[in-house]
């Protein structure tokens, strides 16, 4: 039976259990869940943009059909994820338009250019790499559509990341040119990846309350260094050279210290004033304009089917 009140609420948030979209549930943990959910559909739809710019000169055959793929597992993720909040009470028309208002946010990584084919590998290494890091975190989240969101959405970046690296250690296994262009591309990509956790644990202003519901179950911070400590044995086996001059290993903590991150770039990128903030929202929004016809035919075939069907019962 569904939950009735606060205290069955919190009964089934103690025992680690899931909450699911008939339950009564406080006004914040749905309020947060729009919030987080939406912004990682957002995400996900928007970071098609980087890696589609790049599908007509992918240099064979082969990587072609796999950016394809991944390109269209990151759409498909999208809209599970839009399913997801759905069940909280808020329609994908509403996400998409709060999107296009610049009301709800997305992934500050998103804003940023590909300007080499090694940034595919890249992208698939360190971003899809941060976001299952961020994911298998959300997979036992406390809201049952969306953790169940995660387990198919973490198999399906697992490939990706998996393809990035391979990417990489074709390239860092050629010629010094496809070396140099692996290289620039990480100097690029490594600390808007690290920046994918969200702020500081100390400037996280959701953080108390998503861990307390149990929405997140480790912290931004704890999050990033987990995700530095499994990547930098990656980068010396590509034989590449991580932009970070304080990185070192420390063994009374058992992990890597890694140096200050440019929160002033971040919030800049947050806000809107990153490289392509204004590219990649004009561009979501007219593929969205160009594509009203395409909505408007399929809700036209479904009223037909859904006329004649009544038709057909009416007169049976
Ligand atoms: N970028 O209190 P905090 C993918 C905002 S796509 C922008 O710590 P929270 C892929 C935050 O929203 C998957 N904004 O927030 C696709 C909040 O602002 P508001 C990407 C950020 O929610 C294609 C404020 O800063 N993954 O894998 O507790 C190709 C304070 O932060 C960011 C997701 O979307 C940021 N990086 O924790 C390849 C993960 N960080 O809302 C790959 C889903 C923080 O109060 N989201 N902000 O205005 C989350 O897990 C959490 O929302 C975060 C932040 C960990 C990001």
């Given at each position: 039976m569904a939950l009735q009140d606060q205290a069955e609420f919190d009964a089934v948030i103690a025992a680690d259990d899931k909450i699911e979209p008939t339950d009564w549930m406080p006004d914040g943990y749905r309020k947060t869940l729009i919030r987080q959910i939406g912004q990682h559909a957002h995400s996900e739809i928007i970071g098609m943009q980087p890696e589609g710019n790049w599908i007509s000169r992918a240099p064979t055959l082969h990587r072609k059909a796999i950016l394809i793929a991944k390109v269209q597992d990151e759409g498909g993720h999208g809209l599970y994820l839009y399913s997801a909040a759905e069940t909280l009470g808020v329609t994908r028309d509403q996400l998409v338009a709060a999107l296009h208002a610049g009301s709800h946010k997305y992934s500050s990584i998103f804003n940023y250019p590909t300007l080499n084919w090694a940034d595919i590998g890249t992208i698939g290494w360190l971003v899809d790499g941060a976001a299952i890091t961020n994911q298998v975190m959300l997979?036992?989240?406390?809201y049952g559509p969306y953790s169940r969101a995660m387990v198919r959405i973490c198999k399906e970046e697992s490939f990706h990341q998996r393809q990035g690296y391979e990417l990489l250690i074709r390239l860092c296994e050629g010629s010094s040119e496809q070396k140099a262009m692996s290289q620039d591309s990480i100097d690029r990509w490594w600390w808007p990846a690290l920046m994918m956790?969200?702020?500081?644990d100390s400037d996280s202003t959701h953080s108390a309350e998503s861990t307390a519901w149990k929405i997140k179950r480790v912290s931004n911070d704890d999050l990033r260094q987990q995700f530095v400590d499994a990547t930098v044995p990656q980068a010396d086996y590509l034989g590449l050279h991580i932009p970070d001059p304080d990185l070192v290993w420390n063994e009374e903590r058992g992990h890597y210290d890694f140096g200050p991150i440019d929160w002033e770039e971040f919030w800049q990128v947050v806000k809107g004033n990153g490289p392509l903030n204004r590219e990649r929202l004009d561009h979501k929004r007219a593929a969205w304009d160009d594509g009203a016809w395409v909505r408007e035919a399929a809700v036209a075939h479904a009223e037909k089917q859904a006329a004649r069907e009544f038709e057909s019962r009416r007169t049976a």
């Open positions: 997979s036992r989240s406390s956790f969200g702020p500081h």
